[in-house]
């Protein structure tokens, strides 16, 4: 008897355990940046206020379908005109942090994101980093989206972080960071269109954070009547 009950408890455990359970805020997928005070290849992500600039995207591809809840990134701030000014602070208006579909291989229509002020995103000086023969001010950034992305697992998205500011310079250049296929995308923007685009050396550094999809709730009736059914057939056997 002892041992049927046994038997009963692990099949039940094991039914559990097949239920996928969201955890919350999770790191969904990562690429991490390079040991600091290493940038590597970093590529500008800035637009002004008429929209003019560059944007920078990298691809990811999630297991499963996933509500992506927040990101972060890192990157620094350089005036690329007087580098005697540098470091310099960031000159970030609005971050916009978007997700794009995928189109053979490149970034295609925006999907979903969000657009909060600079003093809404969470940004930690990490520090000062050579770059080039500057000295540059390097933060990592954590953005909360007001609602989350649906991701399908096994569908490749692109992530862009944009920091939207009153004038070009100095730009936020997004650092690399490792984990992905060893390449990112950029194109220029002139008064919101994009043009000259191409594919730039290495990854980006950025994470993305969320929950795992949860069964419906019909599923999980479903599921749970089954449970109760075979534990009921189990018992009568028992008992006979």
Not at 19 to 31: D, G, R
Not at 130 to 138: A, H, I, R
Not at 207 to 225: I, K
Request: net charge negative.
């Amino acid at each position: 008897m002892s041992v049927r009950k046994a038997a009963l408890a692990g099949l039940l455990i094991a039914i559990f355990a097949c239920v996928s359970i969201p955890s919350f805020a999770a790191t969904l997928y990562s690429q991490p940046p390079l040991p600091f005070p290493n940038l590597g290849f970093s590529w500008t992500s800035t637009i002004d206020s008429s929209g003019s600039g560059f944007i920078t995207w990298d691809n990811f591809t999630l297991a499963s379908d996933s509500y992506i809840t927040s990101a972060s990134w890192r990157g620094f701030a350089w005036d690329f005109i007087t580098s005697s000014n540098n470091p310099v602070p960031l000159a970030t208006v609005t971050w916009i942090v978007s997700f794009f579909d995928d189109n053979f291989g490149v970034p295609g229509s925006p999907v979903g994101g969000d657009a909060r002020a600079a003093a809404a995103v969470t940004t930690v000086l990490v520090g000062t980093a050579p770059f080039g023969t500057d000295t540059v001010n390097v933060y990592d950034f954590t953005f909360n989206f007001s609602t989350p992305f649906l991701a399908k697992g096994g569908v490749q998205y692109w992530i862009t972080p944009v920091s939207s500011q009153a004038n070009f310079n100095p730009v936020f250049s997004w650092s690399e960071g490792t984990g992905g296929d060893g390449r990112s995308y950029q194109c220029v923007l002139s008064g919101g269109v994009s043009s000259n685009c191409l594919f730039q050396p290495e990854d980006r550094a950025f994470t993305v954070y969320g929950s795992a999809v949860a069964p419906e709730p019909s599923s999980l009736a479903l599921l749970g009547s089954g449970m109760v059914g075979l534990a009921g057939l189990v018992r009568r056997r028992l008992r006979g």
